[in-house]
């Protein structure tokens, strides 16, 4: 196999050490080999990046496994040319596994363009990314907060989430402040209730006599004073997001025009695949790097049942959880689809299907700017109508008949 570049080099990234080889050569000769080990601070990692410029490397591969590379690329950015690569596609041949030898077998596959780059966004977009996934992570811990404290009113048998919609609400955040404050007038408490909760002044007395013992007020205190704190983070890390969306904001509004994409999923979509599409080439790609496009199996000329890719699971996830908003809206082609779809295949592949065609609308949005337009909801009506017009009269052509299509008076 001939050889592609002449000077490149390859990282074996761990957390306190690199081995880095350089291999230089021109293409049918035997490389020159060079190794060097270098640790992982910051000063370490400047003079791995002289090291390489000294001898003139224009190509460094290294695999993208855990946190290690993202301090690695950012001190090489700029300088040359990186390839990250996935961990998967660059297993060695069997043998004996060193960190030298795995150094020198990614400088081998990047010296002969044996590694596909993975994508990697420019700063801004990394900078909102991890802005977005650690929001993500806070939402994900008030929910799991929220349902300890729904599991300790049912262990003290108060029923609150049976009559109140919304326990979290501005009526029940005031219930469950009084509980923990120690007040036992269940009659008292279910007074605190705003708006349309006073209809059920009488379902929530019921449900508030219960037994807290003293242990379990001191932990609803605790875990309501958690609450607090993690929606008081949210809102100042939305603040932040908004101000590292300002760049993006056409593509941010435009996104928000696709039926179940709100604020926060249209930021989340940006941080994860960016404003730009071209380093995707084709919608296609975008939808398979992503995880929702179909599988693809096939074997002796028959195609086989395959699940869904391997993909980005934060996109995969924003996506699903868009789609299922989206196919609420009602008048949508999304909705009329979805409902088509679940008859034959299920929901939880109906939702996928819609998620994969959300993917594919931002993904043209974002290259044209144009801006969302939905199909309707007869669209598949029209479609199938056109279809079966079209084959009848082809069967009847084929049968020696002249077919003439006069249209049915109103």
């Not at 791995?48 to 410029?53: F, S």
């Not at 596959?109 to 993975?118: D, E, F, N, P, T």
């Not at 120690?182 to 019921?206: F, I, P």
């Not at 959300?358 to 993904?363: G, K, R, S, T, V």
């Amino acid at each position: 196999m001939d050889a592609l570049v002449e000077r490149c080099a390859g990282l074996d990234v761990h957390q306190a050490s690199i081995v880095c080889c350089i291999l230089i050569g021109t293409p049918g000769c035997k490389p020159q080999k060079l190794l060097r080990r270098f640790g992982t601070t910051t000063r370490e990692l400047e003079a791995l990046r002289a090291w390489l410029v000294e001898h003139g490397v224009t190509h460094v591969g290294m695999e993208s496994t855990g946190v290690y590379w993202k301090p690695v690329y950012a001190v090489l950015e700029g300088h040359v040319d990186l390839i990250v690569g996935n961990a998967h596609h660059i297993k060695a041949v069997p043998g004996r596994k060193t960190d030298v030898k795995d150094a020198e077998w990614i400088a081998q596959l990047v010296r002969h363009g044996l590694i596909a780059k993975s994508f990697v966004p420019p700063p801004a977009i990394r900078d909102l990314r991890e802005l977005v996934r650690h929001r993500r992570t806070l939402i994900e811990t008030r929910t799991a907060t929220r349902n300890r404290v729904l599991k300790l009113l049912e262990g003290a048998n108060i029923k609150l989430s049976g009559v109140a919609s919304d326990v979290f609400g501005v009526s029940g955040l005031a219930m469950l402040e009084a509980l923990a404050a120690g007040v036992t007038d269940a009659s008292a408490m279910a007074g605190l209730a705003r708006g349309r909760m006073r209809r059920k002044h009488a379902e929530l007395e019921a449900a508030l006599e219960g037994r807290l013992r003293e242990h379990q007020r001191f932990l609803l205190a605790m875990q309501l004073r958690t609450l607090k704190a993690i929606d008081h983070d949210i809102a100042a890390l939305d603040t932040h997001i908004e101000a590292h969306l300002e760049p993006f904001r056409a593509q941010h509004r435009l996104l928000m025009q696709i039926p179940g994409v709100d604020w926060a999923s249209a930021a989340a979509i940006l941080a994860e695949i960016g404003p730009d599409m071209s380093v995707f080439v084709t919608a296609r790609r975008l939808a398979a790097w992503a995880g929702v496009a179909p599988g693809n199996h096939e074997s002796a000329g028959k195609p086989k049942g395959a699940a869904v890719r391997r993909g980005n699971v934060f996109l995969k996830s924003v996506l699903f959880a868009a789609a299922s908003a989206g196919v609420r809206t009602k008048g949508s082609y999304y909705r009329d689809k979805y409902h088509r779809l679940r008859s034959r295949r299920g929901p939880v592949r109906a939702l996928m299907a819609i998620a994969h065609k959300l993917l594919i609308a931002a993904f043209h949005m974002l290259t044209t700017g144009e801006t969302f337009r939905d199909l309707g909801e007869s669209y598949l009506d029209q479609v199938t109508r056109k279809r079966s017009t079209t084959r009848l009269v082809q069967r009847l052509s084929s049968l020696g008949y002249d077919v003439v299509l006069v249209p049915k008076a109103a």
